[in-house]
Every structure is written in structure tokens, then in C-alpha cells.
């Protein structure tokens, strides 16, 4: 399953299958670009984070992908368990090199609904 | 090791009331982050600090104050309490070792649920 970010907040995919949810960025100074999990009644949890010099990133069961032409963020999610039901949150860091300015600016986010 | 510490956890404040959102971190960050998030919405940065004594406005600063006085508190002020403030608040905290704050450096409080009525 996928999806477009603010046009589509509820990804629902089954169990197994992969994911990938979108998101699309403004600012192109940003240093990186960070992927959050946040379930119910809880605060956002890292999974994964790119820096803007890199296309591509890997880790477990997830991929984060970076396409700075179109300013399009992704993260796959391979295998989807019900565990992986959340919403999910793009964020980024503005500013690059010594103008890194910490600052940490999230997108709107994506829930994801897995299946049985 | 606590980590990054709100209090109180729930609050219910009349309209007009003003109270003080409480963060703490003994991680010696030097960044620190206040976010709102409204149901079914992302977070929103309110205020952002990159050290004691130094204090910026983020994406939604109006009808809040912060101060930054020592290291590990970050407290966020609301001085007239409104329904729209009705939200959950998250306090963040960052080191920056290598002077670049990314990801897996940010850590997040487990939020403060605030109800305006």
C-alpha cells in the first residue's frame, strides 16, 4: 500500500504486504529528514533519519528514501505487522552544516492501519 | 537517568487562567523544544531553545512565553488560558556533539494533555 501524505492520512495494508508512506517537504535547506512512529496516547518515536547528502537509507524492516528534486520524502516498511499500526510523521531539521539550526519541524503524517 | 520529564501530565484550566507547563532533562542537552499537537494533527513548534539564555520563536509562539534560565528546564507559559490552547503539549530535548542536531538525537517527553473550557 501507499501514500500521498496530506491527501491521503489513512494508509490501510495487510499483513506481510509492504508500505510506503509519503511525505513532501518545503524547506531545501534542511540538514535531515527524520521519520517518526507516535502511537495512541504517546509521544513520537525516532525510526529512522536520512541526511540530505544520501538517496537512500536502510534499516530494519524500513527504508527511507530522499528525492531532493521533487522534495519528496518516503519510508517503506517491508513485511508490515500489526506492531506497525501508528501514525507516522515525516519531520525535518532546517539548516545545513554549521547552520544547522536544531530545529525540528514535523509534516502533518500518515495513519497506518494493518490488517489481519 | 529520567530523561525528559513533564509535568503535570493532565490539566483542565478555565478560560482566562494562566499556568506553567513544566520540562526538565538531566541529559545535559543543549537544545530544547516545545511542540503542541491537536487531535488527528501533527506537532507544531511553539518555541525552541539552543541554550541557557537563548530562547526563539517556532511555527505557533503566540499566547505563550518561555524561558530558558538554566540547562535543564524549558518551562512553557500560558497567561490567558483559551479553548484553543485545548491540545497536548510535548517537551523535546537534543545534545549536539558533533555541533548537528539530527534524529536519533532528539528525545521526545511523554506529553502534558491541557483541556480549556
Known amino acids: 500500500g501507499e501514500s500521498v501524505g496530506l491527501h491521503l492520512p489513512t494508509l490501510s495494508v495487510q499483513e506481510g504486504d509492504n508500505s510506503i508512506i509519503n511525505c513532501a517537504y518545503s524547506?531545501?535547506?534542511?540538514?535531515?529528514f527524520i521519520w517518526y512512529k507516535q502511537e495512541s496516547g504517546k509521544g513520537p518515536q525516532f525510526i529512522i533519519d536520512?541526511?540530505?547528502?544520501?538517496d537512500k537509507r536502510q534499516g530494519q524492516r524500513v527504508t527511507v528514501l530522499l528525492n531532493k528534486t521533487v522534495k519528496h520524502l518516503s519510508l517503506q516498511i517491508a513485511a508490515t505487522q500489526p506492531g506497525d499500526s501508528a501514525v507516522y510523521f515525516c519531520?525535518?531539521?532546517?539548516?545545513?552544516?554549521?547552520?544547522?539550526?536544531?530545529?525540528?519541524?514535523f509534516g502533518q503524517g500518515t495513519t497506518l492501519q494493518v490488517k489481519p | 537517568n529520567a530523561g525528559v520529564t513533564q509535568t503535570p501530565k493532565f490539566r483542565i484550566l478555565k478560560i482566562g487562567q494562566s499556568m506553567t507547563l513544566q520540562c526538565t532533562q538531566d541529559m545535559n542537552h543543549n537544545y530544547m523544544y516545545w511542540y503542541r499537537q491537536d487531535p488527528g494533527m501533527g506537532l507544531k513548534l511553539i518555541y525552541y531553545s539552543v541554550g541557557a539564555g537563548i530562547t526563539d520563536k517556532g511555527e505557533v509562539p503566540n499566547g505563550y512565553n518561555v524561558s530558558r534560565s538554566t540547562t535543564e528546564d524549558f518551562p512553557l507559559r500560558l497567561e490567558l488560558a483559551a479553548p484553543s490552547q485545548t491540545s497536548v503539549y510535548f517537551c523535546?530535548?537534543?545534545?549536539?556533539?558533533?555541533?548537528?542536531?539530527?534524529?536519533?538525537?532528539?528525545?521526545f517527553g511523554e506529553g502534558s494533555w491541557l483541556t480549556v473550557v
Open positions: 524547506n531545501s535547506a534542511s540538514d535531515y
Open positions: 523535546a530535548s537534543s545534545y549536539n556533539r558533533q555541533a548537528t542536531v539530527s534524529g536519533n538525537t532528539i528525545y
Open positions: 519531520a525535518e531539521i532546517v539548516g545545513r552544516g554549521s547552520g544547522n539550526t536544531g530545529k525540528l519541524i
Open positions: 536520512i541526511r540530505s547528502n544520501m
